[in-house]
Protein backbone atom coordinates (compact mmCIF):
# COMPACT_ATOMS: atom_id res chain seq x y z
CA UNK A 1 0.00 0.00 0.00
CA UNK A 2 1.00 3.40 -0.52
CA UNK A 3 0.69 6.23 1.69
CA UNK A 4 1.42 9.83 0.79
CA UNK A 5 3.00 11.72 4.07
CA UNK A 6 3.59 15.19 2.58
CA UNK A 7 6.01 15.32 -0.10
CA UNK A 8 7.52 11.97 0.49
CA UNK A 9 5.71 8.60 -0.70
CA UNK A 10 6.43 5.50 1.16
CA UNK A 11 5.27 1.70 0.43
CA UNK A 12 4.35 -0.61 3.41
CA UNK A 13 3.91 -4.03 3.05
CA UNK A 14 2.05 -6.55 4.66
CA UNK A 15 2.58 -9.33 7.47
CA UNK A 16 3.93 -11.45 5.17
CA UNK A 17 6.99 -9.12 4.06
CA UNK A 18 10.61 -10.64 3.99
CA UNK A 19 13.13 -9.55 6.59
CA UNK A 20 14.68 -7.16 4.04
CA UNK A 21 11.07 -5.50 4.13
CA UNK A 22 11.08 -5.31 7.24
CA UNK A 23 13.91 -3.28 7.72
CA UNK A 24 12.16 -0.94 5.31
CA UNK A 25 9.26 -1.24 7.19
CA UNK A 26 11.38 0.53 10.40
CA UNK A 27 12.90 2.71 8.48
CA UNK A 28 9.52 4.15 6.77
CA UNK A 29 8.16 4.43 10.75
CA UNK A 30 10.53 6.61 12.14
CA UNK A 31 9.29 9.54 10.17
CA UNK A 32 5.96 8.76 10.87
CA UNK A 33 6.62 9.40 14.49
CA UNK A 34 8.37 12.05 14.42
CA UNK A 35 6.07 13.99 12.21
CA UNK A 36 3.49 13.38 15.10
CA UNK A 37 5.84 14.41 17.78
CA UNK A 38 6.16 17.46 15.66
CA UNK A 39 2.22 18.45 15.48
CA UNK A 40 1.54 17.30 19.44
CA UNK A 41 0.99 20.55 21.59
CA UNK A 42 3.45 21.28 24.18
CA UNK A 43 1.95 20.39 27.90
CA UNK A 44 2.75 23.56 29.60
CA UNK A 45 4.93 22.90 33.30
CA UNK A 46 3.21 22.52 36.29
CA UNK A 47 3.72 25.37 38.69
CA UNK A 48 6.10 24.37 41.22
CA UNK A 49 8.83 23.35 38.58
CA UNK A 50 8.22 27.21 36.83
CA UNK A 51 8.84 28.79 40.52
CA UNK A 52 11.55 26.33 40.75
CA UNK A 53 12.95 27.00 37.55
CA UNK A 54 12.50 31.27 38.49
CA UNK A 55 14.16 30.67 42.19
CA UNK A 56 17.42 29.36 40.02
CA UNK A 57 17.26 31.60 37.72
CA UNK A 58 21.22 33.90 38.65
CA UNK A 59 21.01 37.19 36.86
CA UNK A 60 24.47 38.38 35.14
CA UNK A 61 26.61 41.30 36.75
CA UNK A 62 28.39 43.44 34.95
CA UNK A 63 32.48 43.38 35.67
CA UNK A 64 32.16 46.92 36.45
CA UNK A 65 29.81 46.81 39.19
CA UNK A 66 30.84 45.53 42.94
CA UNK A 67 27.92 43.27 43.98
CA UNK A 68 28.97 43.71 47.27
CA UNK A 69 28.69 47.71 47.80
CA UNK A 70 26.07 48.76 50.12
CA UNK A 71 23.66 51.20 48.88
CA UNK A 72 22.16 53.54 51.77
CA UNK A 73 17.92 52.88 52.15
CA UNK A 74 17.38 56.08 50.49
CA UNK A 75 19.24 55.29 46.63
CA UNK A 76 22.67 55.69 45.74
CA UNK A 77 21.93 59.26 45.82
CA UNK A 78 20.62 59.69 49.27
CA UNK A 79 23.10 61.69 51.45
CA UNK A 80 24.14 60.87 55.19
CA UNK A 81 22.72 61.76 57.83
CA UNK A 82 23.06 65.37 58.53
CA UNK A 83 24.52 66.30 62.45
CA UNK A 84 21.72 67.69 64.69
CA UNK A 85 20.92 70.30 67.75
CA UNK A 86 19.16 68.78 71.03
CA UNK A 87 17.99 71.52 73.05
CA UNK A 88 16.88 70.29 76.66
CA UNK A 89 14.59 72.63 78.42
CA UNK A 90 15.83 71.60 81.98
CA UNK A 91 13.82 72.43 85.25
CA UNK A 92 10.87 74.08 82.82
CA UNK A 93 8.24 75.32 85.73
CA UNK A 94 5.06 73.34 84.02
CA UNK A 95 2.37 72.37 86.56
CA UNK A 96 -1.15 71.77 86.18
CA UNK A 97 -2.97 73.17 89.42
CA UNK A 98 -6.87 72.13 90.12
CA UNK A 99 -8.69 75.82 90.83
CA UNK A 100 -12.26 74.85 92.35
CA UNK A 101 -14.46 77.67 90.76
CA UNK A 102 -16.39 80.20 93.42
CA UNK A 103 -19.32 82.75 93.74
CA UNK A 104 -17.70 85.73 94.16
CA UNK A 105 -19.88 88.50 92.41
CA UNK A 106 -17.88 89.80 89.42
CA UNK A 107 -16.15 86.84 88.76
CA UNK A 108 -16.78 85.77 85.06
CA UNK A 109 -15.64 82.20 83.40
CA UNK A 110 -16.29 80.35 86.85
CA UNK A 111 -19.40 78.94 88.00
CA UNK A 112 -19.50 77.81 91.67
CA UNK A 113 -18.07 74.57 92.67
CA UNK A 114 -16.57 74.01 89.15
CA UNK A 115 -13.62 72.50 89.09
CA UNK A 116 -10.73 72.63 86.34
CA UNK A 117 -7.33 72.96 85.62
CA UNK A 118 -4.77 75.91 85.09
CA UNK A 119 -1.24 76.73 84.54
CA UNK A 120 0.29 77.65 87.58
CA UNK A 121 2.17 81.21 87.20
CA UNK A 122 3.33 83.41 89.42
CA UNK A 123 0.94 86.09 88.07
CA UNK A 124 -2.40 84.63 88.41
CA UNK A 125 -1.25 82.78 91.58
CA UNK A 126 0.70 84.64 94.17
CA UNK A 127 -2.55 84.08 96.72
CA UNK A 128 -1.91 79.94 96.09
CA UNK A 129 2.22 80.33 95.96
CA UNK A 130 1.77 82.27 98.84
CA UNK A 131 -0.63 79.86 101.11
CA UNK A 132 1.80 77.19 99.91
CA UNK A 133 4.93 78.12 100.82
CA UNK A 134 6.05 78.23 97.48
CA UNK A 135 8.98 80.72 95.88
CA UNK A 136 7.38 82.78 93.35
CA UNK A 137 10.42 81.70 91.21
CA UNK A 138 8.67 78.59 91.25
CA UNK A 139 6.20 79.21 88.94
CA UNK A 140 7.45 81.13 85.69
CA UNK A 141 5.86 78.73 82.76
CA UNK A 142 6.42 81.59 80.34
CA UNK A 143 10.61 81.60 80.59
CA UNK A 144 9.53 78.00 78.81
CA UNK A 145 7.10 79.65 76.46
CA UNK A 146 10.39 82.21 75.12
CA UNK A 147 12.49 79.86 74.64
CA UNK A 148 9.86 78.13 72.37
CA UNK A 149 9.03 80.32 70.50
CA UNK A 150 12.67 81.20 69.61
CA UNK A 151 13.91 77.69 68.97
CA UNK A 152 11.05 76.77 66.54
CA UNK A 153 11.02 80.05 64.58
CA UNK A 154 14.75 79.74 64.07
CA UNK A 155 16.15 78.79 60.65
CA UNK A 156 17.70 75.69 62.12
CA UNK A 157 14.58 74.55 63.02
CA UNK A 158 12.94 75.12 59.62
CA UNK A 159 15.91 73.16 57.55
CA UNK A 160 15.34 70.17 59.96
CA UNK A 161 18.60 70.63 62.30
CA UNK A 162 16.73 71.02 65.81
CA UNK A 163 14.88 68.84 68.52
CA UNK A 164 13.31 70.34 71.62
CA UNK A 165 13.15 68.47 74.57
CA UNK A 166 11.22 70.01 77.70
CA UNK A 167 11.76 68.17 81.04
CA UNK A 168 9.84 69.69 83.66
CA UNK A 169 10.49 70.26 87.63
CA UNK A 170 8.11 67.47 88.16
CA UNK A 171 10.35 64.92 86.03
CA UNK A 172 8.18 65.11 82.74
CA UNK A 173 9.91 64.59 80.03
CA UNK A 174 8.15 66.58 76.69
CA UNK A 175 9.13 65.60 73.02
CA UNK A 176 8.25 68.73 71.31
CA UNK A 177 7.55 68.40 66.72
CA UNK A 178 9.68 70.55 65.04
CA UNK A 179 6.64 71.11 63.03
CA UNK A 180 4.39 72.09 66.06
CA UNK A 181 3.13 76.16 65.99
CA UNK A 182 3.36 77.47 69.51
CA UNK A 183 0.47 79.83 70.19
CA UNK A 184 1.53 83.59 70.80
CA UNK A 185 -0.16 84.27 73.63
CA UNK A 186 0.54 82.72 76.87
CA UNK A 187 -2.90 81.96 77.95
CA UNK A 188 -3.41 80.21 75.16
CA UNK A 189 0.11 78.39 75.50
CA UNK A 190 -1.07 77.72 79.35
CA UNK A 191 -4.10 75.84 77.81
CA UNK A 192 -2.43 73.49 75.56
CA UNK A 193 0.04 72.40 78.10
CA UNK A 194 -2.67 71.90 80.95
CA UNK A 195 -4.15 69.68 77.99
CA UNK A 196 -0.98 68.42 77.04
CA UNK A 197 -0.31 67.34 80.88
CA UNK A 198 -3.64 65.74 81.01
CA UNK A 199 -3.70 63.69 77.32
CA UNK A 200 0.06 62.62 77.53
CA UNK A 201 -0.47 63.80 73.77
CA UNK A 202 -1.32 66.61 71.48
CA UNK A 203 -2.08 65.45 68.19
CA UNK A 204 -2.55 67.59 64.91
CA UNK A 205 -5.97 68.87 63.65
CA UNK A 206 -5.66 67.27 60.31
CA UNK A 207 -3.52 64.63 61.00
CA UNK A 208 -2.70 61.55 63.61
CA UNK A 209 1.01 62.81 63.63
CA UNK A 210 1.86 63.88 67.09
CA UNK A 211 3.32 67.52 67.72
CA UNK A 212 3.77 67.45 71.79
CA UNK A 213 4.04 64.09 73.81
CA UNK A 214 5.44 62.76 76.90
CA UNK A 215 8.14 60.00 76.95
CA UNK A 216 10.28 58.21 78.95
CA UNK A 217 13.25 59.54 81.15
CA UNK A 218 16.06 59.91 80.51
CA UNK A 219 16.54 62.34 78.13
CA UNK A 220 19.64 60.71 77.09
CA UNK A 221 18.00 57.52 75.34
CA UNK A 222 16.50 59.63 72.96
CA UNK A 223 19.83 61.01 71.86
CA UNK A 224 21.93 59.17 68.43
CA UNK A 225 25.25 57.23 70.02
CA UNK A 226 26.99 60.25 68.56
CA UNK A 227 26.38 62.79 70.93
CA UNK A 228 28.34 65.69 72.72
CA UNK A 229 26.71 66.67 75.75
CA UNK A 230 27.14 70.64 76.79
CA UNK A 231 25.55 72.35 79.64
CA UNK A 232 25.07 76.18 79.61
CA UNK A 233 25.81 77.33 82.80
CA UNK A 234 26.76 80.91 84.53
CA UNK A 235 29.83 80.03 86.76
CA UNK A 236 31.42 78.24 83.48
CA UNK A 237 34.27 79.58 81.57
CA UNK A 238 32.81 82.00 78.80
CA UNK A 239 33.38 80.66 75.15
CA UNK A 240 33.19 82.28 72.62
CA UNK A 241 30.97 79.82 70.24
CA UNK A 242 32.66 81.03 66.59
CA UNK A 243 35.46 79.32 67.63
CA UNK A 244 34.53 77.05 69.80
CA UNK A 245 31.78 75.00 67.86
CA UNK A 246 34.53 74.17 65.34
CA UNK A 247 36.57 72.25 67.69
CA UNK A 248 33.96 69.78 68.41
CA UNK A 249 33.92 66.52 66.45
CA UNK A 250 32.79 66.95 63.30
CA UNK A 251 30.99 63.44 63.36
CA UNK A 252 29.32 64.02 66.39
CA UNK A 253 25.65 65.83 67.05
CA UNK A 254 25.39 68.20 69.54
CA UNK A 255 23.15 68.16 72.43
CA UNK A 256 22.82 71.52 74.47
CA UNK A 257 21.04 71.52 78.12
CA UNK A 258 19.57 75.01 79.28
CA UNK A 259 17.72 75.91 82.33
CA UNK A 260 14.58 77.32 82.10
CA UNK A 261 13.58 78.11 85.43
CA UNK A 262 14.15 81.93 87.36
CA UNK A 263 16.91 80.77 89.00
CA UNK A 264 18.95 78.04 90.93
CA UNK A 265 21.68 75.47 90.68
CA UNK A 266 22.69 74.24 87.19
CA UNK A 267 23.67 70.66 88.47
CA UNK A 268 20.70 69.20 86.79
CA UNK A 269 22.41 67.28 83.81
CA UNK A 270 25.98 66.65 85.79
CA UNK A 271 25.25 63.08 85.55
CA UNK A 272 25.93 62.87 81.67
CA UNK A 273 27.26 65.90 80.44
CA UNK A 274 30.72 66.33 78.36
CA UNK A 275 31.17 69.87 79.36
CA UNK A 276 29.73 72.87 80.61
CA UNK A 277 30.46 75.96 79.33
CA UNK A 278 29.21 79.76 79.32
CA UNK A 279 28.28 82.16 76.44
CA UNK A 280 28.48 85.84 77.86
CA UNK A 281 29.77 87.87 80.77
CA UNK A 282 26.49 89.20 81.34
CA UNK A 283 24.08 87.15 82.57
CA UNK A 284 21.11 85.97 80.20
CA UNK A 285 17.82 85.00 79.78
CA UNK A 286 16.95 81.68 78.79
CA UNK A 287 15.80 82.51 75.39
CA UNK A 288 18.83 84.78 74.19
CA UNK A 289 21.26 82.22 75.04
CA UNK A 290 19.10 79.41 72.93
CA UNK A 291 19.09 82.29 70.25
CA UNK A 292 23.01 82.60 70.25
CA UNK A 293 23.43 78.98 70.31
CA UNK A 294 21.17 77.96 67.54
CA UNK A 295 22.48 81.71 65.11
CA UNK A 296 26.10 80.22 65.89
CA UNK A 297 25.31 76.50 64.51
CA UNK A 298 23.14 78.16 61.58
CA UNK A 299 26.62 80.24 60.83
CA UNK A 300 28.71 77.15 61.24
CA UNK A 301 26.69 74.71 59.07
CA UNK A 302 26.08 77.37 56.18
CA UNK A 303 22.08 77.69 57.18
CA UNK A 304 20.54 81.26 55.84
Known amino acids: MEVDHGKTSYIVTGEGSSSSDSSD ?11 NTQDRPTKPLPNARVRK ?38 QACLEAYRVVGSSKPGRKGAKEGEVKYTLLNCDDHQGILAKTGRDIAD ?62 SIRGVNGSEKLLKVVKNPVVDHFPPNTYKITLSGDAPVRRLSTYLPTLPQTHNI ?26 GYALSASVACGKFCCALEDLWDVA
Open 255 to 280: AVFVGAMARGKDDFADAYVDEKIGLS
Open 53 to 90: QANNFEPKISSNLNPNAHVPRGGIASNSNPRRLFVVLE
Open 25 to 35: NDEVSAPIRQE
Open 139 to 200: ARPDITHQCLLTLLDSPLNKAGLLQVYIHTAKGVLIEVNPHVRIPRTFKRFSGLMVQLLHKL
